[in-house]
């Protein structure tokens, strides 16, 4: 990513950074009460790469917006934690790491784990509809970033995705079906992140379309640079265990293709995302975003 937008990028997570560590929905303390919220905040700021949030932002930017939306935008974020949170414990995935730090469930204990997850799932829809009561955002707009969320978080969306993936352990899967769980999985909280930009800034229906279409195509060469990661990544540079999907015997991209030809897999579904926007004029930053989370190490 060239400097200058390497910059602005840096300047967004920040901002989402920022907003994270002293909103006034979730803070530390040390009231026992304030456990769940605890570990919520213990989620939120153990780091990340904030894609979700910054997509929004730049979204945003990219369809003329002019103010603020940093708030908006984390709820990407806090949406995307929840999926992590539960991700991590035991009835799924059971990983003890995440971003280098012990799995929410194995500092706070599997309970608490699921009551923070299942906080962070619902505190989006209370910030969104809080700023249309406030007047920041309209009425209608708040309809339809909630409406956009819920179905990409939802029985349909990511919750299906992840639904797929458990069910597909221990069993031989094709390219179609990875392709439909990556979709869900990981490319339907990507996709809402890039919309939720394009309807924040009044873009019109092919507007959001376009943002819509990069976002899904990035998720799902995101995904499967993951799946290459885990079998060629570091965990010291990942912060989670890696291994993990043969340790449940998962197929992935990286299995099924072998590991050349699953990078150019991914980098086919970059290109189709930078396709998507290449017309846009202001969309540099997001076609440099596309290629480096393709070449990504972590």
């Known amino acids: 990513m060239k400097p200058e937008h390497k910059a602005v990028f840096q300047q967004d997570v920040e901002a989402v950074d920022k907003y994270l560590m002293s909103n006034g929905y979730i803070s530390a303390s040390d009231n026992e009460e304030q456990k769940v919220i605890d570990a919520e905040f213990y989620a939120l700021t153990a780091g990340g790469k ?19 939306v940093t708030e908006i935008a984390a709820c990407l974020e806090l949406m995307h934690t929840f999926s992590l ?19 929410v469930h194995c500092a706070y204990g599997v309970d608490t784990a699921l009551l923070a997850g299942d906080g962070l799932a619902i505190l989006p829809f209370e910030i969104i509809s809080d700023k249309a009561l406030s007047g920041d955002i309209s009425p209608e707009t708040a309809v339809k970033l909630i409406n956009c969320l819920s179905k990409a978080a939802g029985n349909h969306g990511m919750i299906m995705g992840q ?7 221990g069993k031989q899967v094709d390219l179609k079906f990875l392709k439909r769980m990556s979709g869900l999985k990981t490319g339907c909280i990507l996709s809402a992140s890039a919309q939720f930009g394009a309807i924040l800034a009044g873009a019109d229906n092919d507007g959001v379309k376009k943002a819509a279409e990069y976002a899904e195509n990035l998720g799902l060469s995101f995904q499967i640079v993951d799946d290459i990661l885990d079998v060629t990544g570091s965990e010291n540079e990942l912060g989670k265990p890696i291994g993990s999907d043969e340790k449940r015997f998962k ?32 969309s540099e930053l997001l076609i440099e975003l596309a290629y480096d989370l393709l070449e990504r190490k972590h």
Do not use: Q, W
Not at 163 to 169: A, G, M, P, V, Y
């Open 163 to 169: 639904r797929l993936d458990l069910i597909s352990e």
């Open 85 to 103: 949170i539960h991700d991590d414990m035991p009835e799924m995935d059971n990983d003890d790491m995440r971003r280098g730090k012990p799995s």
């Open 251 to 282: 197929d992935t991209y990286a299995t099924i293709m072998g590991i050349d030809a699953a990078y150019d897999e991914a980098k086919r579904y970059t290109e189709a995302a930078i396709l998507a926007i290449s017309d846009l004029e202001g």
């Open 50 to 68: 904030r894609i979700r949030p910054v997509l929004c932002i730049e979204f945003y930017k990219l369809f003329g917006g002019k103010g603020d």
